[in-house]
Every structure is written in C-alpha cells, then in structure tokens.
C-alpha cells in the first residue's frame, strides 16, 4: 500500500495549523508556556517555500522557542532567511480591512514594532544601548537585529573627554 504525503511546500494551507501543533509541543518540552508566533512570524511561515520537510518547520518552530525573549516568537528567531513572497490564492474569507474582528493581542501585535521604533527613537540619545536593551526587556543583540530589520540607524555618540 503506498500513501501520498505531499511536501509541505505543497501544502501551503496546512503550514500554520502544522506549526500550532508542533509549537505547543516545543513550548512544553522547553516548559515555555504562552509563546505564541507574531503576526510577522505567521506570515513568514506562510510565505516560506520549505525546500525541506516537516522537519524543517519544527527545527524553525524550536528555534524560535528557545531564543524568543517574550511572549512573541519574531521572524528573526525562526532563522528561516530570506523569504519569498507566494501569491496567495483568494480565500473565501477575506481578511478584515480595520480593526475588526481582531483580538486585543492582535492589536497589540501590530503595534509592537510601532512601539519599539517609537521607544528607541526617543530615548536613544539618552540611553545607552544595554539600558535601551534593559528597558525594552530584549539582549543587546536582539535590540541590534531589530534595529538593522527596522531601518533604524544606532546613533553615533561623541566621547566624552576624561
């Protein structure tokens, strides 16, 4: 008997509901309860061609479990690389133009990059980057590598004489 598995690349509508499954089962094996993937995230997974196989979007999912340094999973952290935009298909549900139909995490999930822009922009000249770092609750790293996705150029400080 011979059983057909598409790739996962085939399966493009399935690739979510597969990450939902296999996202809980990294949180709990990691005991990180309550992540969840952002909006981003969810989009990247989507639009990823997945030259591999299931397997590849579980090393992602775990990835992005252990270096998540909040309650969102962020592209960065999934490593996926580049991503290609597919066309979508028309759904029979099209997506909500406004806010509703939203859930208040959604919301606050759109305006999260918003929020870190704002944030740094405004208190980069005052703050050093650990502090920055501190205040937003992120490694110095990671405020780097969203800083470098976002555009935002780190401002350069004079030295201050001794």
């Known amino acids: 008997m011979q059983i057909e598995l598409p790739p996962l690349r085939e399966r493009e509508e399935d690739v979510l509901k597969i990450a939902d499954i296999l996202l809980d089962k990294a949180c709990k094996r990691h005991e990180r309860q309550g992540l969840r993937l952002s909006r981003a995230a969810r989009q990247d997974l989507q639009d990823y061609p997945w030259p591999g196989n299931v397997r590849e979007l579980e090393n992602a999912l775990e990835r992005g479990v252990i270096l998540a340094e909040g309650h969102l999973i962020h592209p960065d952290d ?65 405020l780097w590598e969203r800083r470098q996705r976002l555009g935002i150029p780190r401002k350069k400080t004079a030295r201050r004489p001794s």
């Open 78 to 142: 999934l490593g996926l690389g580049p991503v290609t935009n597919r066309p979508h298909p028309p759904t029979a549900h099209p997506a909500p133009l406004g806010n509703e139909g939203q859930t208040p995490a959604e919301e606050d999930d759109l305006s999260l990059e918003d929020y870190f822009q704002h944030f740094v922009l405004e208190h980069q000249d005052q703050m050093s980057e650990t502090e920055l770092a501190q205040k937003l609750g992120i490694s110095r790293k990671n």
